[in-house]
Structure formats: structure tokens, C-alpha cells
């Protein structure tokens, strides 16, 4: 962050250089006029004459600011401010002028010309009035103007940074509502089995452990890669190998070219975790579930097809896992994404998701 005298600093620099545009303008104007008129012999006067009416009116810029942000003319009691600024404009007109003249008459002589005679100051005063008048004016509008765009920038911005909170916290509480549902649903599996199979549950508390690890890590970003998917539904699939045994066949087919695509976190395993349930039918001799990636028409699409019993369907519709996974993917990335269902190849039910491709 800048320093406070590097900011003023900067603010001088950059009113000299606004007084020496205007300066050089209106001397421009003056002096294609000498031109005209065949009398531009001496340019330097002019020239004198004009730089030290701008920077003069610099000089007093701050002033009029001030003014301007102190006493509004917005908002409730604008009307007493009025006479504020009729007084603003007087006292910018009388200071103007002396120091207007006392910058000519510095360097006027040191240039080799003869001093500036205004004539009688009061007189001087008075024929500038309009013009300072209207110098004031133009000052404190632009003043209004500009502050009130900034306000309405910084309400925007500062709207913007609520809405983006607010999205990153109803992304966090789906994330964390999804990570207990997880929990629950491998626990609800090892109680199925620590009964009938202690052996076959035992070792699929020590793999649930190995997958904790390394799913619930501190880091609370919303989005991670593909690949790092692909990563824990392996975890999680080993320990599902160890429920179904041979039963299970699951086929995962993600090109290494998408594997640095960027994808919600905790994505696949829902999706896998929902075809598992609809294929695990006790009359079904095999559970068996395809996940593949693709690029398509420039976003990513990924599709889990499970091999169920017709009429199962209802699970895809009521599973919490989907339901949160939907709503994140509507959240991260708007309404032209999300899942849909279907049936697939082979009267398979299929589920597809749709995301933009982004690559880490």
C-alpha cells in the first residue's frame, strides 16, 4: 500500500501536469489569434500569462474539493449548502486573482519583460468574477460527479466480493453436508458386514482410513483436478472390491489429456456411489459400472453407466450425494451446466454430467 506522502505526491504531480495541458491549451488559443491578428512577435508573455492562470486555479483545485465533498450539493440540506459554495466561488475568484498576478509579476521580470499591470485590483476582481464563477462550478460538478461514480463502484464491488463470500460459504456447507453423507454410507456398508464377513470388514475399516486421509484434507477449495478424482474413487472402489468381491467390475476410462481438468471437488465418488447401488441388486450376479471422460463441443462430459435392474431408477432421483453434487455444479458454474439421466447402451442407465473445460 502506498504511503501517504507518495499518494500526495503523486497528487501534486498530477495537478502540475493537468495545470500545464490547460495552460498550454489556452495559450495555443492565444497565440493562433496574435497570429491572425499579424501581432505574435512575442509569445513568451502569453505564454506567461496563461500557464499562471492555470497553475494558480491548481493551486486552489484541493480547496475546492475539499469543499465539495464536505458540504454536497446531494442529498438531504443540499439548499443549505448553497451559500456555502456562492461564498466558495467569491473567496476562489479574490485568491486566484492575487495569486494569478503575483506569479506574473515573479517571473515576468526574470524572463526579461516588463511586469504584469492589472490595473486597479478591484476592478481586476470584479471583470473575472464570471469566469471564476463558472472555473468553480465546472470544478465542483465534476467533483459531485466523479465521487458519486466511485461510491456506486465501490457499492458494486463491495456487493460483488458479498456475493462471491456467499457463493464460497453455500459451497462449503454442500461440501461439508456431502462429506458425512460419504461417511455414512461406507459405515452402513461395514455394518452389513461385520457380522457375516468380520474379516472383510476389518479391512475395509483400515482402507476407509487410508480414504479419509487423503479426501478430507484441510484444504477447503471448491474445485480440484480430474485426476485427483480418478485418485480417490480408486480408494474408494477398494474398499467397495472388498464388499462385492468378484461380483464387482468397474471400468474407468479417463485420457490423461483431461486428468489437469478442473471439476468439483468430491465429484465422482457420489456418482459411483449412487450406479453402485443401483447395480447391486441381489438378483444380479455381476455389479457392474463404466466411467468415462470426454471433451464434447468444447466441454467436459462425463458419463457413469450402470447395468441395474429396470425400474431401480428411483435412486438416481432421491440420492442426497447427487442432489448436493447437482446444486454445486449450478453454483460453481451457472445453469448451462449440471447432470442429466438417461438409459444407455446395452439398457444401462446412465448418468451424464456436463462441465465447463477448464485445465489447471
Not at 200 to 226: C, N, V
Not at 310 to 336: A, C, F, K, M, W
Amino acid at each position: 500500500m502506498a504511503s501517504p506522502a507518495w499518494r500526495r505526491g503523486r497528487a501534486a504531480l498530477q495537478l502540475f501536469a493537468l495545470g500545464t495541458a490547460i495552460g498550454l491549451l489556452l495559450f495555443a488559443q492565444q497565440y493562433l489569434d496574435d497570429l491572425t491578428s499579424g501581432d505574435a512577435s512575442n509569445w513568451l508573455r502569453p505564454l506567461v500569462k496563461e500557464l499562471s492562470g492555470s497553475y494558480a486555479a491548481m493551486l486552489l483545485l484541493p480547496g475546492i474539493i475539499w469543499a465539495g465533498r464536505r458540504f454536497p450539493l446531494a442529498g438531504r440540506g443540499w439548499v443549505l449548502h448553497v451559500p456555502v459554495h456562492l461564498f466558495g466561488a467569491a473567496l476562489f475568484g479574490a485568491l486566484h486573482t492575487l495569486i494569478m498576478l503575483g506569479l506574473r509579476n515573479l517571473v515576468l521580470p526574470a524572463v526579461g519583460l516588463d511586469p504584469w499591470d492589472p490595473g486597479p485590483l478591484l476592478a481586476r476582481y470584479a471583470r473575472g468574477l464570471p469566469i471564476h464563477l463558472i472555473a468553480y462550478t465546472i470544478a465542483l460538478a465534476t467533483t459531485q460527479i466523479f465521487d458519486r461514480y466511485r461510491a456506486a463502484r465501490d457499492r458494486q464491488l463491495e456487493a460483488a466480493e458479498l456475493r462471491t463470500r456467499l457463493t464460497e460459504a453455500q459451497l462449503l456447507a454442500l461440501q461439508r453436508q456431502l462429506e458425512p453423507h460419504f461417511l455414512s454410507s461406507t459405515l452402513k456398508t461395514i455394518s452389513e458386514l461385520i457380522y457375516s464377513k468380520p474379516k472383510a470388514a476389518d479391512e475395509m475399516i483400515g482402507r476407509l482410513s487410508a480414504l479419509l486421509k487423503h479426501a478430507f484434507q484441510p484444504q477447503r477449495e471448491p474445485e480440484t483436478t480430474l485426476g485427483e478424482e480418478v485418485r480417490l474413487l480408486d480408494l474408494y472402489l477398494d474398499l467397495m472390491r472388498v464388499r462385492f468381491a468378484e461380483r464387482l467390475f468397474v471400468r474407468v476410462d479417463v485420457p490423461a489429456e483431461l486428468r489437469g481438468a478442473r471439476v468439483p471437488r468430491l465429484l465422482l465418488q457420489p456418482l459411483v456411489d449412487n450406479a453402485l447401488r443401483h447395480a447391486a441388486d441381489p438378483t444380479m450376479t455381476l455389479v457392474s459400472v463404466q466411467v468415462d471422460a470426454r471433451e464434447d463441443n468444447g466441454q467436459l462430459l462425463i458419463r457413469v453407466r450402470d447395468h441395474g435392474p429396470p425400474g431401480s431408477g428411483d435412486t438416481h432421483r432421491e440420492d442426497v450425494g447427487l442432489s448436493n453434487t447437482e446444486e454445486r455444479i449450478q453454483r460453481l458454474y451457472g445453469s448451462d451446466y449440471g447432470m442429466s439421466r438417461g438409459r444407455g447402451s446395452e439398457d444401462s442407465s446412465e448418468l451424464r454430467v456436463r462441465l465447463p473445460l477448464k485445465k489447471a
